[in-house]
């Protein structure tokens, strides 16, 4: 570890920041490929032969993994303010690897019964521990190593690895169906891609080893560091992230994470037509990030998030509404324009996105940084974010007002009467929550005080 990064030439801090991003895409390919092989192992976790509903009960376990997230961000936030934001890094990924292994190796329902479930449970809790440090630690590190005037730029990054993550664990997925094919994917193959991605987790420890450390006052003594107690004198800031987040997390995986389950599942398209629309997505919304990056570095951090706010609420309902139109048996009937809606929810997104994670890390003074930025983030996150796939299909399948048995006497019938697009009204309603939060963002914040 190397630290004082004053000293540091444009090269080394690139680097570093490529090398922290490059750990993230790890991290959250690890944490997606749960996500995009979820049809194929649900069978052997959940005892229900309602697709729907056991997809639930896959996307609860999912949503379970966000709600470790703000323990992760509370234990490796802290100490990262700490012992410093590399060592912790590496901390965090070790952690995430572990839990991949685990669920590769956990036996089906068929075998040991409902422990199987339980047992999905707990290595998802253990990767949510992860996954809640590495968000905070990311955008603190980024935040740090970037100079004014290219922040948005790189901040970027932390999305783009992001979303390249799930492109990668998505076309993964996509190639390993094409090669095992269904039956197997089903049955065992699928496996090999958690094996896949605890490897991919050992691997990256290389790059971050040799990452700078960017915390200027780490050898500084102070009591307070990575406390509570301190981070209480802020809470006004972590109202701003809380609320930031909760919109913003719940626009960028409706776009992203939830986009196959929703282009399947309430459009009507093919399984395969679904993935590769999906999968175009990822890539335009990886590719665009960087250039969203660069226009927050010249108009600024509050009004990007204004913008995203602002259009969002007025186009979420048409855009959704849309894509479920351009299915087979919708009135537009066009994957190249569900494509096209999909591409323009993400730019939206993107003013979100590109920018999140400098917004936030930049109000906190160094010595509660890494915690400020992810506790909150996390929460947040939690509740809104990981949700979002459980929340969209509870709408779809009526909710839980009241229930029956079908004639099988297998599966349960929920019911409630609620359309599909009081989940389209839900996000609006954070979007805007979020313009009100936006216009609150200080115009000069903590890190900019530190730095003159």
Same mark, same amino acid.
Request: hydrophobic fraction near 50%; proline fraction near 3%; aromatic fraction near 14%.
């Given at each position: 570890? /190397?630290?004082?990064?004053?000293?540091?030439?444009?090269?080394?801090?690139? /680097?570093?920041?490529?090398?922290?991003?490059?750990?993230?895409?790890?991290?959250?390919?690890?944490?997606?490929?749960?996500?995009?092989?979820?049809?194929?192992?649900?069978?052997?976790?959940?005892?229900?032969?309602?697709?729907?509903?056991?997809?639930?009960?896959?996307?609860?376990?999912?949503?379970?993994?966000?709600?470790?997230?703000?323990?992760?961000?509370?234990?490796?936030?802290?100490?990262?303010?700490?012992?410093?934001?590399?060592?912790?890094?590496?901390?965090?990924?070790?952690?995430?690897?572990?839990?991949?292994?685990?669920?590769?190796?956990?036996?089906?329902?068929?075998?040991?019964?409902?422990?199987?479930?339980?047992?999905?449970?707990?290595?998802?809790?253990?990767?949510?521990?992860?996954? #809640?440090?590495?968000?905070?630690?990311?955008?603190?590190?980024?935040?740090?190593?970037?100079?004014?005037?290219?922040?948005?730029?790189?901040?970027?990054?932390?999305?783009?690895? *992001?979303?390249?993550?799930?492109?990668?664990?998505?076309?993964?997925?996509?190639?390993?169906?094409?090669?095992? +094919?269904?039956?197997?994917?089903?049955?065992?193959?699928?496996?090999?891609?958690?094996?896949?991605?605890?490897?991919?987790?050992?691997?990256?420890?290389?790059?971050?080893?040799?990452?700078?450390?960017?915390?200027?006052?780490?050898?500084?003594?102070?009591?307070?560091?990575?406390?509570?107690?301190?981070?209480?004198?802020?809470?006004?800031?972590?109202?701003?992230?809380?609320?930031?987040?909760?919109?913003?997390?719940?626009?960028?995986?409706?776009?992203?994470?939830?986009?196959?389950?929703?282009?399947?599942?309430?459009? +009507?398209?093919?399984?395969?037509?679904?993935?590769?629309?999906?999968?175009?997505?990822?890539?335009?919304?990886?590719?665009?990030?960087?250039?969203?990056?660069?226009? #927050?570095?010249?108009?600024?951090?509050?009004?990007?998030?204004?913008?995203?706010?602002?259009?969002?609420?007025?186009?979420?309902?048409?855009?959704?509404?849309?894509?479920?139109?351009?299915?087979?048996?919708?009135?537009?009937?066009?994957?190249?324009?569900?494509?096209?809606?999909?591409?323009?929810?993400?730019?939206?997104?993107?003013?979100?996105?590109?920018?999140?994670?400098?917004?936030?890390?930049? *109000?906190?003074?160094?010595?509660? /940084?890494?915690? +400020?930025?992810?506790?909150?983030?996390?929460?947040?996150?939690?509740?809104?974010?990981?949700?979002?796939?459980?929340?969209?299909?509870?709408?779809?399948?009526?909710?839980?007002?009241?229930?029956?048995?079908?004639?099988?006497?297998?599966?349960?019938? *929920?019911?409630?009467?609620?359309?599909?697009? +009081?989940?389209?009204?839900?996000?609006?309603?954070? *979007?805007?929550?979020?313009?009100?939060?936006?216009?609150?963002?200080?115009?000069?914040?903590?890190?900019?005080?530190?730095?003159?």
């Amino acid at each position: 570890m /190397r630290s004082n990064t004053e000293n540091l030439t444009k090269a080394q801090r690139v /680097r570093s920041i490529l090398a922290a991003s490059s750990g993230n895409f790890v991290e959250w390919f690890d944490f997606y490929i749960y996500l995009s092989l979820a049809s194929y192992f649900t069978h052997h976790f959940s005892a229900s032969d309602n697709e729907i509903l056991g997809l639930i009960v896959t996307f609860g376990i999912f949503a379970i993994g966000f709600f470790m997230r703000p323990i992760g961000s509370l234990i490796f936030g802290s100490l990262a303010d700490k012992i410093g934001r590399q060592k912790t890094m590496i901390y965090a990924i070790i952690l995430m690897s572990f839990g991949n292994f685990m669920i590769a190796c956990i036996p089906g329902q068929e075998s040991i019964g409902s422990w199987a479930a339980v047992l999905l449970t707990i290595a998802r809790m253990i990767q949510g521990l992860s996954v #809640g440090g590495e968000g905070g630690l990311v955008a603190t590190y980024i935040s740090e190593m970037s100079t004014k005037g290219n922040r948005g730029f790189f901040s970027s990054f932390q999305y783009v690895t *992001l979303i390249a993550a799930q492109f990668v664990a998505l076309g993964c997925v996509w190639i390993a169906v094409g090669y095992f +094919g269904e039956e197997r994917m089903k049955e065992d193959a699928w496996r090999y891609l958690f094996i896949l991605a605890g490897i991919l987790a050992l691997g990256s420890l290389f790059l971050r080893a040799n990452m700078h450390e960017s915390a200027k006052e780490l050898h500084k003594k102070d009591s307070e560091k990575g406390s509570l107690k301190a981070l209480w004198k802020y809470r006004k800031y972590c109202i701003l992230v809380f609320g930031l987040t909760a919109s913003g997390s719940m626009c960028y995986y409706n776009f992203t994470a939830y986009m196959n389950t929703f282009l399947a599942k309430s459009a +009507g398209f093919e399984a395969s037509d679904a993935k590769l629309i999906a999968l175009c997505g990822l890539g335009f919304g990886m590719i665009i990030q960087p250039f969203m990056g660069m226009i #927050g570095d010249k108009i600024g951090v509050r009004k990007m998030l204004a913008l995203f706010s602002i259009i969002g609420f007025f186009t979420v309902f048409p855009l959704m509404s849309g894509i479920i139109e351009c299915g087979p048996k919708g009135s537009i009937n066009s994957p190249i324009l569900a494509f096209i809606f999909i591409a323009i929810g993400l730019i939206i997104s993107g003013f979100y996105t590109s920018i999140a994670g400098i917004a936030k890390a930049t *109000l906190f003074p160094e010595k509660v /940084r890494a915690l +400020g930025t992810g506790f909150p983030y996390a929460i947040a996150v939690a509740m809104f974010g990981g949700t979002v796939p459980t929340v969209a299909l509870w709408f779809k399948q009526g909710g839980p007002y009241s229930s029956s048995i079908d004639e099988s006497g297998k599966n349960i019938i *929920l019911n409630l009467g609620l359309p599909e697009w +009081g989940y389209f009204i839900y996000i609006m309603f954070f *979007l805007f929550c979020c313009a009100l939060v936006a216009f609150n963002i200080p115009k000069q914040t903590e890190l900019e005080k530190q730095n003159g």
